[in-house]
Every structure is written in C-alpha cells, then in structure tokens.
C-alpha cells in the first residue's frame, strides 16, 4: 500500500461545446437531455458465481459446540454458588452439568474436526492474538477442574465404590480449588466462541464483533440456570432462578446494542428466513421463561418449564446467530455494501488522503 499526492487529484472536466442553436453538450455525451452512464449500476454479483467471503463450512455440530460450552461455563459459575453458599444439590448437579456439557461439546468440536489428533495439534503451541489457540487451551483448563470436581462427586454419590484407593483423600482436598478453577475459566468459555466468530472477514459476525461476547455470556447464563432449575429442588435455585433473570436482561438489552452499533445491511441476516425466524423465538422464549423464574420459580413445574423454556431460548440464539452469518457470506451484497458505506463515513469524515479513499 502506498500514499501518493495524486490520491486526490482530479481530472478536469472534458471541454464543452456549442451545439448548433446555442446549446452545449459534452464532449464525447449521447445524444438526448441526459448524459449517457459511463458505468452501469453495480450488480452484486462475483467471478463465477462464487461468493467474496467463503462461508465457512459449519454445521449443526459446530452450534451444539457453541451452545453446550456456554452451558457448561455457566454451571461451573452455578456449582461455585451452590459450593459457597451450603446448597449440595445445587452445586453437584452443577457440576455434574459442567462435565457432561463439555464433554458432549468436546465430541461435538471433534467431530466437526474430522479427527481427534486435531484438536491435540491445536495444544502444540500457544498463540495470544489467535482465538483459535487461546480458546483450544481454555476448553482444556477449563475441563480438567470441571472434571475433578465432577469425579468427586460421582465418587460420593456412589457411596465411594469408585476405585481410586489413595487417590481418595487427594480427590476430596482438591474438589473445591477445582470447581474454583472451573469458575475462573468459565466466563473466557462462554466468551471466547464469539471472539472466534467475529474475528473474521464473515460480515455479519465481524459486524457484531464489540457487542458479541456479551450475547453468548448471557446466553450461557440463562442456559445453565435453566438447566439447574429444571434438576434441582426449587429450595435450592435461587441462585439459578436470580442467574436466569440476569441472564434474560443481559441477552435482550445485549443483542439491541448489538444491532444498533452494527451495519444495518449486515444485520440483516439476522432477521431473515431461519435465522431470523430462530433469533426472533430466542427473544419471546427467553422473555416467557425469564417471567416463568421470576413469578413462579417457587414451584417445581412451573420451575421446571420455564427452565426448558430458556435452555431452548440460548440454543436458538447460537443457531441463529451461527446460520445468519453463514448466510451473510453466501451473499455478496453483505460484504460490499458495508464496505462502501464505510467508505462513505470516511470520506465524511474528511479522511480523503489515504491509499483506501479519495476525492470523487
């Protein structure tokens, strides 16, 4: 890239000239009132057909990744309450959550993958500025303290008959320490899929990019409070039934931010077709189910459904999302017209002597 003086010269005008009975008309213009278009309007089209931004090829495999990670962050956060404050149920349904959540993702992820020396390879090194690398090596902190504290309690619930001999006593000393660690991971968890999404050329999640993260944290809030209402005793979930209305305020007031701060050609995907039809029940189940914690919380059915309103709420939102910015890079328009409207806003911006815009 380079900056040059003449990035804002411009041609002169082609000479005018008398046409016969005093009028004028351009040098080299058609005939008629008008000027002839020199170029024809864009279409928004590409070469061959294909589109400017290569969809990546995610499937549902990839959105049960996303939606079960946020799940297991968010019990990992539940089973440290429930830890914290004397509510055993709580904290080992939690955790017991936390483990099979992770573990029905890592297969998840794995099998998107193709092959599980994959994932291993990503563990070869540790790259900061790659979300890829950061977040290969958060699943795995995050599982071995989510998986020790889940152990021990399988092992107390069993009446200790697993076979662990000595191993017991060390067990039981570092439970609580790795539910803590498990906690400490859980919100880079929830998060680090939408950094993931965002940080690349997909229009629409590059779009949300500032406003994402915030999403799919308070979507895996109202997920694993919901779960944890629907398996523990309604004496024991209020921290979940208080996560959950949290959770539901955070996602509304979250995706508006989300839309308004993005492109409005960009969000569109988001309220099309599947996509828009997903993201928009999201919002009515999150709302029904919040309502349901908020007012009948204290009542196992009640509690129980409204649960299972807002783990179907959290999942529609990471399969709406995950689809809609598919669809924006199968469409070209979704990648051109954002750009020229960034272009627009710096030249009104008066930002005119550089490589990437100059005077008209």
């Known amino acids: 890239m380079t900056v040059s003086d003449f990035d804002d010269y411009r041609p002169a005008e082609p000479p005018r000239r008398r046409k016969r009975g005093g009028k004028r008309r351009r040098a080299g213009g058609g005939e008629g009132r008008g000027e002839v278009p020199v170029v024809p309007e864009a279409e928004f089209t590409s070469y061959y057909g294909r589109p400017v931004v290569k969809p ?18 968010g019990s990992a956060l539940l089973g440290v309450g429930g830890q914290m404050t004397g509510k055993p ?89 790795a539910g803590v660690e498990a906690a400490v991971f859980a919100a880079p ?12 050329a997909n229009p629409t999640w590059n779009a949300a990019r500032e406003d994402l ?18 398996t523990t005793p309604v004496k024991e979930t209020g921290p979940a039934r208080a996560l959950a209305v949290l959770g539901v305020a955070g996602e509304l007031i979250a995706t508006r931010f989300m839309e308004k701060n993005m492109d409005p050609v960009a969000a569109e995907p988001l309220h099309l077709d599947g996509p828009g039809r997903m993201l928009a029940w ?38 709406g999302i ?30 005119i002597h550089d490589s990437i815009t100059t005077t008209e």
């Open 89 to 177: 149920i709580l904290c080992r349904n939690s955790r017991l959550a936390a483990l099979a959540a992770i573990g029905v993702g890592a297969v998840a992820l794995v099998e998107d993958l193709g092959r599980p020396e994959r994932f291993l390879n990503m563990l070869r090194t540790i790259k900061p500025t790659s979300p890829m690398s950061l977040g290969s090596w958060i699943l795995t902190a995050f599982s071995a303290g989510a998986g020790v504290s889940a152990v021990s309690e399988i092992d107390r619930m069993t009446g200790s008959r697993l076979p662990l001999g000595p191993l017991r006593r060390l067990l039981r000393g570092l439970e609580g320490p």
């Open 56 to 73: 990546p090829p995610w499937g549902d495999p990839i959105a049960v990744y996303l939606f079960l990670g946020g799940v297991a962050g």
């Open 322 to 351: 995950l689809r809609a910015g598919i669809r924006s890079a199968e469409n070209p328009r979704y990648t051109i017209e954002p750009q020229k409207n960034r272009l627009a806003a710096r030249r009104r911006a008066g930002i």
């Open 189 to 200: 968890l929830s998060a680090y899929t939408a950094v993931l999404l965002s940080d690349t």
């Open 213 to 230: 993260p915030f999403v799919f944290v308070s979507s895996a809030s109202l997920a694993a409070a919901g779960l944890a209402m629907i």
């Open 282 to 319: 999201s919002e009515r189940l999150a709302i029904a189910g919040g309502i349901g914690a908020l007012v009948g919380g204290r009542h196992r059915l009640t509690a129980a459904i409204s649960g299972a309103v807002l783990l179907g709420a959290s999942a529609l939102t990471r399969f």
